[in-house]
């Protein structure tokens, strides 16, 4: 059974950054996208990212274009979300899921991807201050 666990969150000031990781077990796939994902209170649960594994293709949510940037270390497997330029606004739950082959999720659809995510993580908390 493939897990994730979030890290990185935390309290940081308007205009500072952030690296999110996402680290997976139990992960065998070649073919995957993962994505990034955030909850803020009384919201619903929003894609931020994701990327395709086959080739690398990385999507964004508009809000968070050009100040964000998923990455991966296949050989840790462990993917990034670089957040810099943070906004009160991005104040919310972190999660990470993925797209995998037999495994169940909920769709979410990035501008130019869109596919059933799945084996959540926990999520970690970003707290921007303004």
């Known amino acids: 059974e493939v897990q994730f666990v979030e890290s990185g969150g935390g309290l940081v000031q308007a205009g500072g950054s952030l690296r999110l990781s996402c680290a997976a077990s139990g992960f065998t796939f070649a073919d995957y996208v993962i994505g990034w994902f955030r909850q803020a209170p009384g919201k619903e649960r929003e894609g931020v990212s994701c990327i395709i594994s086959r080739d690398g293709s990385t999507y964004y949510e508009d809000s968070v274009k050009g100040r964000f940037t998923i990455s991966a270390d296949n050989a840790k497997n462990t993917w990034y979300l670089q957040m810099n330029s943070l906004k009160p606004e991005d104040t919310a739950v972190y999660y990470c899921?993925?797209?995998?082959?037999?495994?169940?999720?909920?769709?979410?659809?990035?501008?130019?991807?869109?596919?059933?995510?799945?084996?959540w993580g926990q999520g970690t908390q970003v707290t921007v201050s303004s």
């Open positions: 899921a993925a797209v995998l082959s037999g495994v169940r999720g909920n769709y979410y659809r990035f501008p130019g991807y869109g596919g059933f995510f799945g084996s």
